[in-house]
């Protein structure tokens, strides 16, 4: 079974420009989520999907940060404009669908996105 | 919302020795509890879990204790070898899925060979 697939692995941008990060999840899996690590910290939830709607995003700068998961299943996650302090590998990782008792809250990660912003 | 306390941040053991990494939760709702190692440049994978009505879980050489009561729970790797050596991350959250994990801010094990 494939992972979640996350592109760009690696992407350095200026200050004040833009960047997008793409999210495949596990196939069937209802769930998608994107999580902020920052060097040396555990990851933090920014957003989080069932299906295409949105469940939480209360964490989400949503000034500068954008996300959309059209069709319920692949996801993008943008930001405009980039600050300094957006540094950081930005995590993709989906669940299954339903609470089936034992597994439902299984979350599997992709290998992340890192951003250097200077 | 909840909180995850985890300790120690780094940790340093001989190789065979035990190593044991601790956590604590502070909202009551939580009733699932993951634990994952993080690699060098890779996505943090899962390694073990337990749910709130079992109170320890083993697999081969890691084992994970919960004690509900005390909002305390924690990861025991024994045998340790250097391939051991990584980040570990505890969790917590609801076994909906309605919430997402709240992580802990990570343990470095450093196996030395």
């Known amino acids: 079974e494939a992972g979640v697939a996350q592109s760009p692995r690696y992407k350095i941008i200026e200050k004040r420009q833009s960047v997008a990060f793409w999210c495949n999840p596990i196939?069937?899996?209802?769930?998608l989520y994107w999580y902020q690590q920052i060097l040396g910290q555990g990851p933090k939830l920014l957003i989080q999907?069932?299906?295409?709607?949105?469940?939480?995003d209360s964490q989400l700068p949503k000034d500068r940060f954008s996300a959309e998961r059209l069709k319920g299943v692949d996801s993008t996650l943008k930001i405009q404009p980039a600050k300094l302090e957006d540094s950081a590998v930005y995590l993709c990782?989906?669940?299954?669908?339903?609470?089936?008792?034992?597994?439902?809250?299984?979350?599997?990660f992709g290998e992340g996105s890192w951003l250097t912003v200077v | 919302g909840e909180n995850v306390e985890q300790h120690p941040s780094t940790l340093s053991v001989q190789e065979g020795d035990s190593a044991v990494i601790k956590c604590t939760y502070s909202?009551?709702?939580?009733?699932?509890f993951p634990w994952y190692k993080q690699e060098l440049g890779k996505g943090p994978q899962l390694i073990i879990d337990?749910?709130?009505?079992?109170g320890e879980k083993k697999d081969q050489r890691i084992a994970v204790t919960l004690n509900k009561t005390a909002k305390h729970f924690s990861l025991h790797i024994t045998e340790t070898q250097p391939e051991d050596s990584a980040v570990y991350f505890c969790?917590?959250?609801?076994?909906?899925?309605?919430?997402?994990?709240?992580f802990g801010s990570g343990t470095r094990l450093q196996v030395q060979p």
């Open positions: 196939s069937g899996h209802a769930t």
């Open positions: 999907f069932q299906n295409n709607g949105v469940v939480d």
């Open positions: 990782a989906s669940s299954p669908r339903e609470y089936r008792g034992y597994s439902g809250n299984t979350i599997y």
């Open positions: 969790a917590a959250s609801e076994d909906t899925g309605r919430r997402a994990l709240t």
């Open positions: 337990i749910r709130s009505n079992v």
């Open positions: 909202d009551s709702a939580s009733n699932y």
